[in-house]
């Protein structure tokens, strides 16, 4: 199985900052690779996939980058409604993994 | 607009059995594969299997293989999750999906019901 680790865990930010999250896969999953973000007691909402392309809908603030097995996703200024958990996944291969989640808290 | 309505979710007693539902809607089903997720309380998230959109191919997290059965019925707009022998670490919330681009992204999600597992 493909495992994929997510850094830091948790994140202290102010509205306006740049934000950068991690996610590095044990092995290379070319481009497949989304982003999702979820607040509490909602489902998730996909953000990005295939490594940086945006769902139709999400804000150009957030943008993904990355290849083989070393991504990011950034919040190039983040906003009041930014504040949640942010999980990445691949999809190169079964079984699908994500991340263990990033948590973005206000500082 | 996709709209996922999953129902199903209870209290049941480990080694027991439950069957959780999906009504699908605002979609054409059968263009999609169709997944289920799951969220136990306060971690998380969990792929638990996929579906073609025919039926014809099935995928499976190894800790559910034998005991959980994905399964569709296009023609009721339904998706569905057979799960038997149920252990206290199947509790979570499990949510019906879709993969709209058949890759694996999943892009639609529904509220998601509450599985617990308890004695």
């Known amino acids: 199985d493909i495992q994929m680790t997510q850094s830091p865990s948790t994140l202290s930010a102010s509205v306006g900052d740049r934000v950068t999250i991690t996610c590095r896969a044990s092995q290379s999953i070319s481009s497949w690779l989304a982003w999702y973000q979820q607040k509490p007691g909602k489902a998730p909402k996909l953000l990005i996939y295939k490594v940086s392309s945006l769902e139709t809908g999400v804000p150009s603030r957030f943008s993904g980058s990355g290849s083989g097995t070393e991504f990011t996703l950034t919040i190039s200024s983040l906003q009041p409604d930014d504040f949640a958990t942010y999980y990445c996944?691949?999809?190169?291969?079964?079984?699908?993994?994500f991340g263990g989640g990033t948590k973005v808290e206000m500082k | 607009e996709v709209h996922l309505v999953e129902s199903g979710g209870d209290l049941v007693q480990p080694g027991g059995s439950l069957r959780l539902s999906c009504a699908a809607s605002g979609f054409t089903l059968s263009s999609y594969w169709m997944t289920w997720v799951r969220q136990a309380p306060g971690k998380g998230l969990e792929w638990v299997a996929n579906?073609?959109?025919?039926?014809?191919?099935?995928q499976y997290v190894d800790s559910v293989k034998g005991r959980f059965t994905i399964s569709r019925d296009n023609a009721k707009n339904s998706l569905y999750l057979q799960m038997s022998s149920l252990r206290a670490e199947d509790t979570a919330v499990y949510y019906c999906a879709t993969t709209a681009r058949g890759y694996g992204d999943i892009d639609s999600w529904g509220q998601g019901t509450l599985v617990t597992v308890s004695s």
């Open positions: 996944q691949q999809y190169n291969s079964y079984p699908l993994t």
């Open positions: 579906i073609k959109q025919d039926g014809s191919l099935k």
